[in-house]
Nanobody
Framework: QVQLVESGGGLVQPGGSLRLSCAAS????????MSWYRQAPGKERELVATVTSGGTTNYADSVKGRFTISRDNAKNTVSLQMNSLKPEDTAVYYC???????????WGQGTQVTVSS
C-alpha cells in the first residue's frame, strides 16, 4: 500500500510562488509517471503536469512557462514549482503516481492552493 503525502499548499498573492511536494510513504517500484492534477470548486479535475519515469515532462497549456514538475527518484518525491501564480490557479492540487504494467493509480490527499490578493 502506497500513501502519497502532499505539502506546500497555502495562500499566495498573484504573481507569487509556491512549491508543492509529494512524498511516498515507501519506495515505489515500477513507476510509469508522476503527475499533478488540480480541481477547482465546481470544475472537473484536470491534469496540470506530468513527468515520466524517463524524465519526459508535459504541461497543461495554462501553466506552461510558469510551472515546473520535477522528480527525485532517490527520495521518491515529486514536486511542482509554481511561479507567476494567477487567481485561476486556485484549486486543490493532487499528486498522482501510476505504477506497474496496468498503470495502477495512487492519489495524494490534495493540498489547497489559493491565489488571491
Amino acid at each position: 500500500q502506497v500513501q502519497l503525502v502532499e505539502s506546500g499548499g497555502g495562500l499566495v498573492q498573484p504573481g507569487g510562488s509556491l512549491r508543492l511536494s509529494c512524498a511516498a510513504s515507501r519506495t515505489i517500484f515500477s513507476i510509469n509517471a508522476m503527475s499533478w492534477y488540480r480541481q477547482a470548486p465546481g470544475k472537473e479535475r484536470e491534469l496540470v503536469a506530468t513527468v515520466t519515469s524517463g524524465g519526459t515532462t508535459n504541461y497543461a497549456d495554462s501553466v506552461k512557462g510558469r510551472f515546473t514538475i520535477s522528480r527525485d527518484n532517490a527520495k521518491n518525491t515529486v514536486s511542482l514549482q509554481m511561479n507567476s501564480l494567477k487567481p485561476e490557479d486556485t484549486a486543490v492540487y493532487y499528486c498522482n503516481v501510476v505504477v506497474g504494467r496496468n498503470y495502477y493509480p495512487y492519489w495524494g490527499q490534495g493540498t489547497q492552493v489559493t491565489v488571491s490578493s
